[in-house]
């Protein structure tokens, strides 16, 4: 491998998180090298990816437009794989060094344990990954000597604000949500909110199911177990707090109080970069905060009548063992059934309810127990909706 170059793969590169990363790679060419980009369905995006990176391998997830990716790119000398198994192999390779995995829902999971098996550094934006099977996952990150460095820019604020701790002990962290597109609406109106209302975000362009989870605040729930693997704080330590503005990204407190933030305009591309860079600082071209011009900063405590997903998330962490791994599952059946606008906003959290209540309970779940659970889980649900 070329000396002083960091080599990555993107896992989900035609998605929000990995159409931002390479924007990161390219505004650093001398810096970043893309070994292996991934995608699911969108084999176009892929394939111009591909050729302006010039990769040296692809995975199309979906084995159905291997033909299609395979014409476009073998002739160019880029090696072109298809299905999730290839992805899980390649993660491995000796010619990458950092997996940044931002595949949507559990679907990350499979190849974020192959990568930290193969000892490669974890770049993580698959909050899935950790609320699916937390400990195992952290576990066996120690074990083969992995860091993971987080991605989303709530996990990002708080592993920047440790950096300045001086090795003192975390005693909350403060874990700030935008309060998404329903924030002031009532719970009447919400009732009948559609797809298409959930989907206008106030300050984050995000994919359609992050949108969604912003949307029922679940996705502040997942970030919260989340939370609790990446920083070892126990649940009752992380307090969700509403802040509209999404200037301050999330906070860190300390025993005498001292509250440490961190803060920039919402722009994914900087927790991003922080990772793939980590520990250096690059220069982004991106607007940078002016505090004179800044007309306030406000915050609110959630309101768990009109968003129930949050409290069943606290519910799922405190359960622990796989039942966060059944709440994940049954909340990607019901998000993806909101979106076809098969059901109502809030039958997605009594959905997960009921999947909570129904999975049989293992305290200790090994990774065979995580994928059994996702999938009956999955599955039950799906056929309780579409029945």
């Keep these: 491998m070329e000396q002083g170059k960091r080599h990555i793969a993107i896992l989900g590169s035609t998605g929000s998180i990995g159409t931002q990363a390479l924007d990161v790679v390219r505004q650093h060419r001398e810096l970043f090298e893309v070994e292996l980009l991934t995608a699911n369905n969108s084999a176009d995006k892929l394939i111009a990816q591909a050729l302006e990176f010039d990769a040296n391998s692809v995975v199309i997830c979906n084995e159905e437009l291997y033909g299609q990716v395979a014409d476009a790119l073998q002739p160019e000398g880029i090696k072109v794989f298809a299905g999730m198994k290839s992805v899980c192999d390649l993660v491995a390779a000796d010619n990458i060094d950092m997996v940044l995995t931002s595949m949507v829902g559990f679907s990350g999971l499979a190849s974020t344990v192959a990568a930290i098996k193969a000892g490669k550094a974890i770049a993580l934006a698959n909050k899935e990954t950790l609320v699916a099977a937390g400990s195992l996952v952290t576990t066996l990150a120690a074990k083969h000597e992995v860091p993971i460095l987080p991605v989303d820019s709530e996990h990002s604020a708080i592993f920047q604000c440790l950096q300045g701790a001086g090795g003192n002990k ?34 984050w362009n995000m994919g359609a199911k992050i949108t969604i989870d ?174």
């Design 170 to 203: 975390l005693s909350k962290i403060h874990l700030t949500a935008s309060g998404g597109p329903f924030r002031t609406w009532e719970r009447e109106r919400i009732a009948v909110a559609r797809a298409a209302d959930a989907l206008k975000h106030p300050n």
């Design 214 to 387: 912003s949307a029922t605040m679940m996705n502040k729930g997942l970030e919260v177990i989340e939370a609790r693997w990446l920083f070892g704080v126990e649940p009752k330590d992380i307090n969700v707090v509403v802040h509209p503005e999404s200037i301050i990204h999330s906070m860190v407190e300390f025993a005498d109080g001292a509250v440490i933030a961190q803060m920039g305009w919402p722009d994914m591309r900087e927790p991003i970069q922080y990772a793939l860079a980590y520990p250096s600082r690059l220069d982004l071209d991106n607007r940078k905060l002016d505090f004179a011009t800044l007309s306030k900063l406000s915050f609110e405590q959630p309101d768990l009548d009109r968003f129930p997903c949050l409290s069943l998330a606290f519910e799922a962490i405190s359960r622990g063992g796989n039942i966060p791994c059944a709440m994940n599952a049954a909340n990607e059946a019901a998000n993806a059934a909101y979106l076809k606008g098969k059901i109502s906003f809030y039958e997605i959290a009594d959905v997960i309810e009921r999947a909570m209540a129904r999975t049989p309970f293992i305290a200790a779940p090994d990774l065979d127990d995580i994928f059994a659970t996702n999938d009956e889980t999955y599955s039950r649900t799906n056929a309780e909706i579409w029945r």
